[in-house]
Protein backbone atom coordinates (compact mmCIF):
# COMPACT_ATOMS: atom_id res chain seq x y z
CA UNK A 1 0.00 0.00 0.00
CA UNK A 2 1.31 3.37 -1.22
CA UNK A 3 2.16 6.39 1.00
CA UNK A 4 -0.05 8.98 1.18
CA UNK A 5 1.41 12.16 -0.44
CA UNK A 6 -0.25 15.78 1.38
CA UNK A 7 0.08 19.10 -0.62
CA UNK A 8 2.80 20.69 1.60
CA UNK A 9 6.42 19.68 1.73
CA UNK A 10 6.90 18.39 5.51
CA UNK A 11 3.85 17.21 6.16
CA UNK A 12 5.25 14.10 6.95
CA UNK A 13 7.12 15.32 10.04
CA UNK A 14 3.25 14.80 11.07
CA UNK A 15 3.48 11.33 11.41
CA UNK A 16 5.11 10.98 14.44
CA UNK A 17 3.41 9.22 17.43
CA UNK A 18 3.22 12.00 19.95
CA UNK A 19 2.16 14.38 17.24
CA UNK A 20 -0.80 11.90 15.45
CA UNK A 21 -2.22 11.46 19.05
CA UNK A 22 -2.23 14.72 19.78
CA UNK A 23 -3.75 16.36 16.94
CA UNK A 24 -5.56 13.24 14.94
CA UNK A 25 -8.81 14.70 15.80
CA UNK A 26 -7.86 18.21 13.92
CA UNK A 27 -5.95 16.38 11.06
CA UNK A 28 -8.67 14.44 10.48
CA UNK A 29 -10.82 17.30 10.17
CA UNK A 30 -8.48 18.98 7.56
CA UNK A 31 -8.32 15.46 5.54
CA UNK A 32 -12.31 15.44 5.17
CA UNK A 33 -12.32 19.05 4.20
CA UNK A 34 -9.36 18.72 1.69
CA UNK A 35 -10.95 15.95 0.29
CA UNK A 36 -14.98 17.01 0.44
CA UNK A 37 -13.82 20.15 -1.25
CA UNK A 38 -12.51 18.15 -4.58
CA UNK A 39 -8.88 19.65 -3.63
CA UNK A 40 -6.57 18.08 -6.54
CA UNK A 41 -3.18 18.29 -4.82
CA UNK A 42 -4.08 16.55 -1.61
CA UNK A 43 -4.13 13.08 -2.85
CA UNK A 44 -5.18 10.14 0.05
CA UNK A 45 -5.93 7.20 -2.87
CA UNK A 46 -3.12 4.77 -3.34
CA UNK A 47 -1.71 3.44 -6.63
CA UNK A 48 -3.46 0.06 -6.00
CA UNK A 49 -6.79 1.48 -5.36
CA UNK A 50 -9.45 1.99 -8.40
CA UNK A 51 -12.38 3.71 -6.70
CA UNK A 52 -11.95 6.35 -9.77
CA UNK A 53 -12.16 3.38 -12.07
CA UNK A 54 -15.13 2.56 -10.53
CA UNK A 55 -16.57 6.14 -10.38
CA UNK A 56 -16.03 6.20 -14.43
CA UNK A 57 -17.33 2.83 -15.61
CA UNK A 58 -20.69 4.42 -13.37
CA UNK A 59 -20.63 7.18 -14.83
CA UNK A 60 -20.10 5.39 -18.57
CA UNK A 61 -23.15 2.98 -17.75
CA UNK A 62 -25.78 6.14 -16.80
CA UNK A 63 -24.94 8.61 -18.92
CA UNK A 64 -27.38 8.12 -21.48
CA UNK A 65 -30.32 6.93 -19.27
CA UNK A 66 -33.14 9.55 -18.79
CA UNK A 67 -35.66 9.39 -16.15
CA UNK A 68 -38.67 10.21 -18.01
CA UNK A 69 -38.09 6.96 -20.27
CA UNK A 70 -39.64 3.44 -19.53
CA UNK A 71 -37.03 1.10 -17.84
CA UNK A 72 -34.67 3.76 -15.87
CA UNK A 73 -35.27 2.42 -12.49
CA UNK A 74 -34.16 -1.18 -13.92
CA UNK A 75 -30.91 0.02 -15.52
CA UNK A 76 -30.24 2.49 -12.78
CA UNK A 77 -30.09 -0.61 -10.25
CA UNK A 78 -27.90 -2.54 -12.89
CA UNK A 79 -25.30 -0.20 -13.03
CA UNK A 80 -25.27 0.27 -9.28
CA UNK A 81 -24.99 -3.07 -8.33
CA UNK A 82 -21.79 -2.90 -10.64
CA UNK A 83 -20.70 -0.38 -8.89
CA UNK A 84 -21.05 -1.94 -5.54
CA UNK A 85 -19.44 -5.35 -6.91
CA UNK A 86 -16.84 -3.05 -8.05
CA UNK A 87 -16.00 -1.44 -4.60
CA UNK A 88 -15.90 -4.60 -2.98
CA UNK A 89 -13.08 -5.52 -5.04
CA UNK A 90 -11.23 -2.84 -4.58
CA UNK A 91 -12.02 -2.63 -1.11
CA UNK A 92 -8.69 -4.03 0.43
CA UNK A 93 -6.95 -1.31 -1.12
CA UNK A 94 -8.99 1.57 -1.09
CA UNK A 95 -9.31 1.02 2.95
CA UNK A 96 -7.71 4.09 3.82
CA UNK A 97 -9.13 6.11 1.44
CA UNK A 98 -12.16 9.14 2.24
CA UNK A 99 -13.10 8.84 -1.63
CA UNK A 100 -13.96 5.49 -1.31
CA UNK A 101 -15.83 5.62 1.56
CA UNK A 102 -17.57 8.26 0.23
CA UNK A 103 -18.41 6.50 -2.54
CA UNK A 104 -19.80 3.36 -0.60
CA UNK A 105 -22.03 5.86 1.67
CA UNK A 106 -23.61 7.44 -1.77
CA UNK A 107 -24.19 3.39 -3.52
CA UNK A 108 -26.01 2.80 -0.62
CA UNK A 109 -27.90 5.66 0.14
CA UNK A 110 -28.61 5.47 -3.76
CA UNK A 111 -29.79 1.80 -3.52
CA UNK A 112 -32.14 2.91 -0.54
CA UNK A 113 -33.43 5.89 -2.46
CA UNK A 114 -34.24 3.46 -5.65
CA UNK A 115 -35.44 0.50 -3.88
CA UNK A 116 -32.52 -1.26 -5.64
CA UNK A 117 -32.13 -4.51 -4.06
CA UNK A 118 -28.62 -5.91 -3.72
CA UNK A 119 -28.81 -9.20 -5.00
CA UNK A 120 -29.65 -8.87 -9.04
CA UNK A 121 -28.74 -8.85 -12.44
CA UNK A 122 -25.48 -6.23 -13.44
CA UNK A 123 -25.00 -4.53 -17.13
CA UNK A 124 -22.71 -6.69 -19.45
CA UNK A 125 -19.18 -6.68 -18.11
CA UNK A 126 -18.57 -5.64 -21.95
CA UNK A 127 -21.44 -3.96 -23.55
CA UNK A 128 -20.96 -4.11 -27.31
CA UNK A 129 -20.96 -0.18 -28.49
CA UNK A 130 -23.55 0.64 -31.26
CA UNK A 131 -22.85 4.32 -32.74
CA UNK A 132 -26.41 6.08 -33.00
CA UNK A 133 -25.84 9.45 -35.19
CA UNK A 134 -28.23 10.90 -34.30
CA UNK A 135 -28.12 9.92 -30.57
CA UNK A 136 -25.23 12.31 -28.82
CA UNK A 137 -25.50 10.23 -25.80
CA UNK A 138 -24.27 7.54 -28.14
CA UNK A 139 -21.90 9.93 -30.18
CA UNK A 140 -20.24 11.37 -27.15
CA UNK A 141 -20.10 7.94 -25.43
CA UNK A 142 -18.30 6.49 -28.51
CA UNK A 143 -16.08 9.57 -28.65
CA UNK A 144 -15.08 9.35 -24.95
CA UNK A 145 -14.17 5.56 -25.22
CA UNK A 146 -11.93 6.44 -28.26
CA UNK A 147 -10.31 8.80 -26.51
CA UNK A 148 -9.70 6.97 -23.45
CA UNK A 149 -8.37 4.24 -25.31
CA UNK A 150 -6.23 6.20 -27.36
CA UNK A 151 -4.98 8.52 -23.65
CA UNK A 152 -3.71 5.01 -22.33
CA UNK A 153 -0.90 4.91 -25.42
CA UNK A 154 -0.68 8.67 -25.74
CA UNK A 155 -1.16 9.90 -22.11
CA UNK A 156 -3.36 12.29 -23.13
CA UNK A 157 -7.20 12.19 -24.01
CA UNK A 158 -10.70 14.34 -24.14
CA UNK A 159 -12.83 14.85 -21.27
CA UNK A 160 -16.69 13.72 -20.88
CA UNK A 161 -19.02 16.26 -22.46
CA UNK A 162 -20.27 18.49 -20.22
CA UNK A 163 -23.88 20.00 -19.32
CA UNK A 164 -25.04 23.42 -18.74
CA UNK A 165 -28.44 24.69 -16.84
CA UNK A 166 -30.76 27.48 -17.24
CA UNK A 167 -33.84 28.00 -15.59
CA UNK A 168 -36.54 31.11 -15.79
CA UNK A 169 -40.09 31.68 -13.39
CA UNK A 170 -41.41 33.67 -11.64
CA UNK A 171 -41.30 37.60 -11.36
CA UNK A 172 -39.02 36.54 -13.52
CA UNK A 173 -35.69 35.08 -11.82
CA UNK A 174 -33.03 33.84 -14.06
CA UNK A 175 -30.92 30.80 -13.52
CA UNK A 176 -28.21 31.24 -16.06
CA UNK A 177 -25.34 29.20 -17.50
CA UNK A 178 -22.73 30.23 -14.93
CA UNK A 179 -25.27 29.71 -12.07
CA UNK A 180 -25.57 33.10 -11.83
CA UNK A 181 -29.23 33.94 -10.27
CA UNK A 182 -30.71 37.58 -11.31
CA UNK A 183 -34.77 39.00 -11.00
CA UNK A 184 -35.09 40.88 -14.42
CA UNK A 185 -38.05 42.84 -16.13
CA UNK A 186 -36.78 42.27 -19.46
CA UNK A 187 -40.54 43.35 -20.61
CA UNK A 188 -41.87 41.84 -24.28
CA UNK A 189 -40.06 39.35 -26.23
CA UNK A 190 -36.28 38.25 -25.19
CA UNK A 191 -34.27 35.60 -26.57
CA UNK A 192 -32.77 33.26 -23.70
CA UNK A 193 -30.77 30.76 -25.94
CA UNK A 194 -30.05 30.95 -29.46
CA UNK A 195 -27.16 28.86 -31.19
CA UNK A 196 -27.08 26.65 -33.94
CA UNK A 197 -29.22 24.22 -32.87
CA UNK A 198 -31.50 25.62 -30.78
CA UNK A 199 -33.44 28.70 -30.02
CA UNK A 200 -36.30 29.47 -26.97
CA UNK A 201 -38.25 33.39 -26.75
CA UNK A 202 -39.90 34.35 -23.83
CA UNK A 203 -42.27 36.52 -23.61
CA UNK A 204 -42.90 38.76 -20.26
CA UNK A 205 -45.78 40.96 -19.37
CA UNK A 206 -46.11 43.30 -16.06
CA UNK A 207 -47.90 41.38 -13.39
CA UNK A 208 -48.48 44.32 -10.96
CA UNK A 209 -49.55 47.99 -12.20
CA UNK A 210 -46.95 50.23 -11.13
CA UNK A 211 -44.11 47.71 -10.25
CA UNK A 212 -41.80 46.73 -13.13
CA UNK A 213 -41.91 43.16 -12.05
CA UNK A 214 -42.84 40.68 -14.89
CA UNK A 215 -43.88 37.38 -15.67
CA UNK A 216 -44.04 34.69 -18.71
CA UNK A 217 -46.91 34.41 -20.47
CA UNK A 218 -45.13 32.51 -23.83
CA UNK A 219 -42.42 30.60 -24.58
CA UNK A 220 -41.54 29.98 -28.30
CA UNK A 221 -39.07 27.04 -29.14
CA UNK A 222 -37.00 26.49 -32.85
CA UNK A 223 -35.46 23.41 -32.91
CA UNK A 224 -32.98 24.32 -35.99
CA UNK A 225 -32.41 21.45 -38.48
CA UNK A 226 -29.93 18.61 -38.23
CA UNK A 227 -29.06 16.86 -41.13
CA UNK A 228 -30.32 13.24 -41.59
CA UNK A 229 -32.26 13.47 -37.92
CA UNK A 230 -34.59 16.08 -38.12
CA UNK A 231 -36.27 18.82 -40.13
CA UNK A 232 -37.35 22.01 -38.33
CA UNK A 233 -39.93 21.81 -35.44
CA UNK A 234 -41.36 25.13 -33.45
CA UNK A 235 -42.76 24.65 -30.05
CA UNK A 236 -44.93 27.25 -29.05
CA UNK A 237 -46.52 27.90 -25.16
CA UNK A 238 -48.89 30.66 -24.00
CA UNK A 239 -50.50 31.08 -21.24
CA UNK A 240 -53.67 28.47 -21.29
CA UNK A 241 -52.55 26.62 -24.01
CA UNK A 242 -49.70 24.14 -23.29
CA UNK A 243 -49.62 21.47 -26.48
CA UNK A 244 -48.46 18.20 -26.53
CA UNK A 245 -47.68 18.65 -30.32
CA UNK A 246 -45.52 20.81 -32.60
CA UNK A 247 -46.97 23.62 -34.83
CA UNK A 248 -47.29 21.42 -37.55
CA UNK A 249 -49.35 18.47 -34.95
CA UNK A 250 -46.85 16.09 -34.89
CA UNK A 251 -45.26 15.09 -31.62
CA UNK A 252 -42.09 13.81 -32.27
CA UNK A 253 -39.22 14.11 -35.26
CA UNK A 254 -36.42 11.61 -36.84
CA UNK A 255 -35.93 8.03 -36.77
CA UNK A 256 -36.08 5.89 -33.27
CA UNK A 257 -33.22 6.57 -32.06
CA UNK A 258 -33.10 4.73 -28.36
CA UNK A 259 -34.00 1.71 -26.84
CA UNK A 260 -35.81 1.32 -23.73
CA UNK A 261 -36.87 -1.11 -21.17
CA UNK A 262 -40.26 -0.99 -19.42
CA UNK A 263 -42.04 -3.66 -17.37
CA UNK A 264 -42.56 -7.40 -18.10
CA UNK A 265 -39.76 -7.14 -20.88
CA UNK A 266 -41.62 -4.79 -23.15
CA UNK A 267 -39.06 -2.69 -25.17
CA UNK A 268 -39.52 0.31 -27.84
CA UNK A 269 -37.44 3.52 -28.95
CA UNK A 270 -37.87 7.12 -28.55
CA UNK A 271 -37.16 9.07 -31.72
CA UNK A 272 -34.71 11.99 -32.74
CA UNK A 273 -37.02 14.99 -31.30
CA UNK A 274 -40.17 13.95 -29.19
CA UNK A 275 -42.63 15.91 -26.81
CA UNK A 276 -43.73 14.21 -23.51
CA UNK A 277 -46.95 15.43 -21.70
CA UNK A 278 -46.79 14.92 -18.06
CA UNK A 279 -49.62 16.52 -16.85
CA UNK A 280 -52.38 17.70 -19.54
CA UNK A 281 -52.17 21.53 -20.10
CA UNK A 282 -50.04 22.08 -17.26
CA UNK A 283 -46.40 20.25 -17.79
CA UNK A 284 -44.69 19.41 -20.98
CA UNK A 285 -41.02 18.10 -21.35
CA UNK A 286 -39.22 17.84 -24.62
CA UNK A 287 -36.28 15.74 -25.32
CA UNK A 288 -34.14 16.66 -28.42
CA UNK A 289 -31.97 13.35 -28.40
CA UNK A 290 -30.38 13.96 -31.21
CA UNK A 291 -28.07 17.22 -29.67
CA UNK A 292 -28.88 15.93 -25.64
CA UNK A 293 -31.28 18.91 -24.91
CA UNK A 294 -34.61 18.57 -22.21
CA UNK A 295 -36.80 21.37 -21.61
CA UNK A 296 -39.31 21.25 -19.28
CA UNK A 297 -41.99 24.05 -19.37
CA UNK A 298 -45.01 24.36 -16.65
CA UNK A 299 -47.89 26.52 -16.26
CA UNK A 300 -48.76 27.77 -12.76
CA UNK A 301 -51.04 30.06 -12.16
CA UNK A 302 -51.46 32.40 -15.18
CA UNK A 303 -47.60 32.20 -15.77
CA UNK A 304 -44.69 30.02 -17.31
CA UNK A 305 -41.74 28.59 -16.18
CA UNK A 306 -38.64 27.16 -18.50
CA UNK A 307 -35.89 24.51 -17.55
CA UNK A 308 -33.27 23.89 -19.73
CA UNK A 309 -30.30 21.16 -19.98
CA UNK A 310 -27.80 21.17 -22.99
CA UNK A 311 -24.52 20.16 -23.59
CA UNK A 312 -22.05 22.89 -23.41
CA UNK A 313 -19.92 22.23 -26.57
CA UNK A 314 -23.17 23.27 -28.44
CA UNK A 315 -24.13 26.11 -26.13
CA UNK A 316 -21.44 27.85 -27.30
CA UNK A 317 -22.07 27.07 -30.96
CA UNK A 318 -23.08 30.89 -31.66
CA UNK A 319 -21.55 33.69 -33.39
CA UNK A 320 -21.64 37.24 -33.03
CA UNK A 321 -24.94 38.16 -33.95
CA UNK A 322 -26.49 35.86 -31.53
CA UNK A 323 -24.69 37.44 -28.39
CA UNK A 324 -27.77 38.22 -26.55
CA UNK A 325 -28.83 35.34 -24.78
CA UNK A 326 -30.13 35.77 -21.21
CA UNK A 327 -28.88 32.32 -20.14
CA UNK A 328 -25.55 32.91 -21.23
CA UNK A 329 -24.97 36.11 -20.80
CA UNK A 330 -27.53 37.09 -18.04
CA UNK A 331 -30.22 40.16 -18.65
CA UNK A 332 -29.00 43.80 -19.14
CA UNK A 333 -27.63 45.72 -15.94
CA UNK A 334 -30.21 48.51 -17.10
CA UNK A 335 -33.16 45.58 -16.87
CA UNK A 336 -32.24 43.96 -13.62
CA UNK A 337 -34.50 44.76 -10.41
CA UNK A 338 -32.11 42.90 -7.93
CA UNK A 339 -28.83 44.79 -6.99
CA UNK A 340 -25.62 41.87 -6.98
CA UNK A 341 -28.15 39.05 -5.84
CA UNK A 342 -29.94 41.30 -3.31
CA UNK A 343 -33.51 40.96 -4.25
CA UNK A 344 -35.29 44.98 -2.79
CA UNK A 345 -38.82 43.54 -1.21
CA UNK A 346 -41.53 45.80 -1.12
CA UNK A 347 -42.41 47.60 1.80
CA UNK A 348 -46.38 47.46 1.50
CA UNK A 349 -48.19 44.63 0.22
CA UNK A 350 -48.96 46.10 -3.95
CA UNK A 351 -51.76 47.58 -4.78
CA UNK A 352 -54.75 45.94 -6.42
CA UNK A 353 -56.61 48.19 -8.58
CA UNK A 354 -60.44 47.41 -10.00
CA UNK A 355 -58.29 47.67 -13.58
CA UNK A 356 -57.07 43.88 -12.35
CA UNK A 357 -60.25 43.07 -11.12
CA UNK A 358 -60.28 39.93 -14.12
CA UNK A 359 -61.91 37.36 -13.80
CA UNK A 360 -59.71 33.69 -14.18
CA UNK A 361 -60.85 30.32 -14.64
CA UNK A 362 -61.86 28.74 -11.53
CA UNK A 363 -59.10 26.21 -10.71
CA UNK A 364 -56.17 25.07 -12.68
CA UNK A 365 -55.86 21.78 -11.20
CA UNK A 366 -55.29 20.32 -7.63
CA UNK A 367 -52.14 21.63 -7.66
CA UNK A 368 -52.74 25.46 -8.50
CA UNK A 369 -55.38 27.85 -6.68
CA UNK A 370 -57.76 29.89 -8.49
CA UNK A 371 -56.53 33.59 -8.13
CA UNK A 372 -58.67 36.94 -9.13
CA UNK A 373 -56.80 39.93 -8.62
CA UNK A 374 -58.77 42.26 -6.31
CA UNK A 375 -59.66 39.56 -3.83
CA UNK A 376 -56.65 37.40 -3.32
CA UNK A 377 -54.38 37.44 -0.30
CA UNK A 378 -51.84 40.15 0.78
CA UNK A 379 -49.12 38.62 1.96
CA UNK A 380 -47.19 40.80 4.92
CA UNK A 381 -43.63 39.82 5.55
CA UNK A 382 -44.13 37.01 8.14
CA UNK A 383 -46.95 35.86 6.11
CA UNK A 384 -45.21 35.55 3.22
CA UNK A 385 -42.15 33.42 4.82
CA UNK A 386 -45.08 30.90 6.29
CA UNK A 387 -46.23 30.22 3.41
CA UNK A 388 -42.71 30.04 1.14
CA UNK A 389 -41.46 27.67 4.01
CA UNK A 390 -44.51 25.42 3.22
CA UNK A 391 -43.03 24.26 0.22
CA UNK A 392 -39.44 25.43 0.27
CA UNK A 393 -37.50 23.81 3.12
CA UNK A 394 -34.24 25.24 2.30
CA UNK A 395 -34.04 28.91 2.65
CA UNK A 396 -31.69 29.60 -0.61
CA UNK A 397 -32.58 31.98 -3.31
CA UNK A 398 -35.72 30.36 -4.50
CA UNK A 399 -36.72 30.47 -1.33
CA UNK A 400 -35.87 34.60 -1.08
CA UNK A 401 -37.44 34.82 -4.80
CA UNK A 402 -40.76 32.74 -3.33
CA UNK A 403 -40.96 35.69 -0.74
CA UNK A 404 -40.79 38.64 -3.06
CA UNK A 405 -42.99 37.56 -5.55
CA UNK A 406 -45.63 37.22 -2.83
CA UNK A 407 -44.78 40.59 -1.41
CA UNK A 408 -44.84 41.84 -5.20
CA UNK A 409 -47.91 39.96 -6.33
CA UNK A 410 -49.77 38.96 -3.84
CA UNK A 411 -50.45 36.01 -5.88
CA UNK A 412 -50.19 32.43 -4.12
CA UNK A 413 -49.49 30.45 -7.24
CA UNK A 414 -45.91 32.12 -7.55
CA UNK A 415 -45.22 29.81 -4.22
CA UNK A 416 -46.10 26.78 -6.36
CA UNK A 417 -44.21 27.94 -9.14
CA UNK A 418 -40.54 28.75 -7.16
CA UNK A 419 -41.10 25.02 -6.01
CA UNK A 420 -41.75 23.53 -9.18
CA UNK A 421 -38.73 25.07 -10.34
CA UNK A 422 -36.49 24.04 -7.80
CA UNK A 423 -37.78 20.22 -8.04
CA UNK A 424 -36.73 20.77 -11.93
CA UNK A 425 -33.38 21.88 -11.41
CA UNK A 426 -32.77 19.17 -9.23
CA UNK A 427 -33.71 17.19 -12.42
CA UNK A 428 -31.80 18.54 -14.66
CA UNK A 429 -28.36 20.30 -13.30
CA UNK A 430 -25.55 18.42 -13.51
CA UNK A 431 -23.56 19.60 -10.77
CA UNK A 432 -25.31 18.37 -7.30
CA UNK A 433 -22.77 20.83 -5.50
CA UNK A 434 -24.20 23.95 -7.14
CA UNK A 435 -27.78 23.39 -6.35
CA UNK A 436 -27.83 25.45 -3.59
CA UNK A 437 -27.56 29.57 -4.06
CA UNK A 438 -27.97 31.92 -0.88
CA UNK A 439 -28.34 35.36 -1.17
CA UNK A 440 -25.11 37.31 0.05
CA UNK A 441 -25.40 38.14 3.73
CA UNK A 442 -28.06 35.55 4.53
CA UNK A 443 -26.86 33.63 7.49
CA UNK A 444 -27.30 30.12 5.11
CA UNK A 445 -24.40 31.39 2.68
CA UNK A 446 -22.34 32.25 5.70
CA UNK A 447 -22.35 28.39 5.91
CA UNK A 448 -23.27 27.15 2.32
CA UNK A 449 -22.71 29.24 -0.85
CA UNK A 450 -18.86 29.69 -0.34
CA UNK A 451 -17.35 25.97 -1.03
CA UNK A 452 -13.90 28.19 -2.10
CA UNK A 453 -13.38 29.75 0.84
CA UNK A 454 -13.70 25.83 2.60
CA UNK A 455 -11.02 25.08 0.27
CA UNK A 456 -8.93 27.56 1.21
CA UNK A 457 -8.97 27.31 5.00
CA UNK A 458 -8.28 23.67 4.57
CA UNK A 459 -5.38 23.81 2.26
CA UNK A 460 -3.97 27.22 4.39
CA UNK A 461 -4.74 25.24 7.83
CA UNK A 462 -2.71 22.59 6.90
CA UNK A 463 0.41 24.08 5.22
CA UNK A 464 0.71 26.38 8.17
CA UNK A 465 0.62 22.93 10.24
CA UNK A 466 3.21 20.97 7.99
CA UNK A 467 5.22 24.16 8.10
CA UNK A 468 5.07 24.26 12.57
CA UNK A 469 6.15 20.88 12.99
CA UNK A 470 9.10 20.87 9.83
Known amino acids: MGR ?24 LLITALC ?42 CKALRAYSACTQRTAKACRGDLVFHSAVLGISDLMSQRNCSRDGPTPSAHPEVHLEPCNYHSRTQHTHTHSHTHSHSHGHGRSRPGYLFCGLFGDPHLRTFKDSFQTCKVEGAWPLIDNDYLSVQV ?66 KVRALWISERSPGRHVELHAGYIGVTVIIRQVG ?3 TLAVRIPEELAQAYDDTQDLQLCLNGCPSSERIDHSGHL ?10 LQRQQLRRPSYSSHTHAYQFGSSPIFGMEEAKERCSEQLEVLDIYFHSCVFDLLTTGDPNFTLAAHSAQKDMENLHPHRDRWRIY ?18 LALLLLCTLSIVFM
Open 344 to 353: PLPLSPPALG
Open 439 to 456: PRGSAASFFYSDSQLIKK
Open 203 to 268: TNVPVVPGSSATATNKITIIFKPYEGCTDQRVYQAVTDSLPAAFDDGTVSSGDPIHTFFGAGGASG
Open 35 to 76: CAAHIGDCQLATSQCRIQRCTTDFVSLTSHLTPVVDGFHIEF
Open 4 to 27: AGCCCRGAERLASPSVVRRFRPLL
Open 302 to 304: RYL
